[in-house]
C-alpha cells in the first residue's frame, strides 16, 4: 500500500472548490529536486492542476540539499509555522540514516517537527518516506527509518507515503532503478521524480 493512514479531506475540498492552498514542502535534497530541471513537486503541481482544473494550489518548495530531520526541526518555525500553510510535506530519512544518526533519534525529530507545528497551526501534514535503494545493505538501514516514519504516522494518525515501495511496484513491473537514480544511485532522475510524483498524487 502507497498511502496508509488518514486523508487530507479539507485540502481536497479546497481545490475542489477553488480556495487557495498552500503546500510547504519541509525536506532534503529530494524535495528540492537535486541536479534536475523538474523535481516531484513540479510534476506534483502538473497532476493536481490537471485533475482540479479550478484550483489555485501555490506549492513552497523548502527543500535543502544535505539537511537531516534536525535540520528540519532548526528551521520548521521559519520555513513551516511563518508561512501558513494548509498542507505540510514532511520528507526526511537518508541523510539521516547514512550519517550515522540512530532510527529512534531520527523518529524523534520527525515527531518533534510534526508536534510543533500542531502547536502553533491547523494544516493537514503527510508524511512521505524517500527513495527505494538498490544497494541491500544501504536498502537495509533505509527501510529501519522508512519504518520510523510509517510508525510517527500511525501515533499521529497521519498519512504516509510510502514513495519506495511505488518504486520497488515500477521495478518490480519493468522498469529499471538505473533509470531511476542519478550516478550515486540514490538522488531521483527525472523519470525517478516524476515516479514519486505519482506515488504522493495518490494522496489527492
Known amino acids: 500500500m502507497v498511502i496508509?493512514?488518514?486523508?487530507?479531506?479539507?485540502?481536497?475540498?479546497?481545490?475542489k472548490s477553488g480556495e487557495k492552498v498552500k503546500l510547504v514542502a519541509l525536506g532534503d535534497?529530494?524535495?528540492?529536486?537535486?541536479?534536475?530541471?523538474?523535481?516531484?513537486?513540479?510534476?506534483?503541481?502538473?497532476?493536481?492542476?490537471?485533475?482540479?482544473?479550478?484550483?489555485q494550489l501555490l506549492i513552497i518548495n523548502k527543500?535543502?540539499?544535505?539537511?537531516?530531520?534536525?535540520?528540519?526541526?532548526h528551521r520548521v518555525e521559519r520555513d513551516v509555522i511563518k508561512l501558513s500553510p494548509d498542507l505540510v510535506f514532511i520528507q526526511f530519512a537518508l541523510n539521516?540514516?547514512?550519517?550515522?544518526?540512530?532510527?529512534?533519534?531520527?523518529q524523534k525529530?520527525?515527531?518533534?517537527?510534526?508536534?510543533?507545528?500542531k502547536e502553533r497551526l491547523y494544516p493537514e501534514i503527510a508524511l512521505l518516506t524517500s527513495v527505494a535503494i538498490q544497494d541491500n545493505s544501504m536498502n537495509k538501514v533505509?527501510?529501519?527509518?522508512?519504518?520510523?516514519?510509517?510508525?510517527?504516522?500511525?501515533?499521529?494518525?497521519?498519512?504516509?507515503?510510502?514513495?519506495?515501495?511505488?518504486w520497488r511496484k515500477k521495478i518490480a513491473s519493468g522498469i529499471k532503478h538505473s533509470q531511476l537514480v542519478q550516478y550515486d544511485g540514490v538522488h531521483p532522475t527525472e523519470k525517478g521524480y516524476e515516479l514519486m510524483a505519482e506515488a504522493v498524487f495518490e494522496l489527492f
Open 4 to 15: 496508509s493512514g488518514m486523508n487530507i479531506n479539507n485540502t481536497l475540498n479546497k481545490l
Open 29 to 55: 535534497s529530494l524535495t528540492y529536486g537535486w541536479m534536475t530541471q523538474y523535481g516531484f513537486l513540479d510534476y506534483l503541481e502538473i497532476l493536481v492542476n490537471k485533475k482540479y482544473p479550478n484550483s
Open 63 to 73: 527543500g535543502v540539499p544535505g539537511d537531516t530531520a534536525a535540520d528540519g526541526l
Open 96 to 106: 539521516d540514516a547514512y550519517s550515522g544518526l540512530s532510527a529512534n533519534d531520527f
Open 109 to 117: 525529530n520527525i515527531e518533534s517537527i510534526i508536534e510543533k507545528i
Open 142 to 166: 533505509a527501510n529501519e527509518f522508512y519504518m520510523k516514519i510509517s510508525k510517527s504516522g500511525e501515533k499521529y494518525k497521519l498519512p504516509v507515503i510510502s514513495v519506495h515501495e511505488y
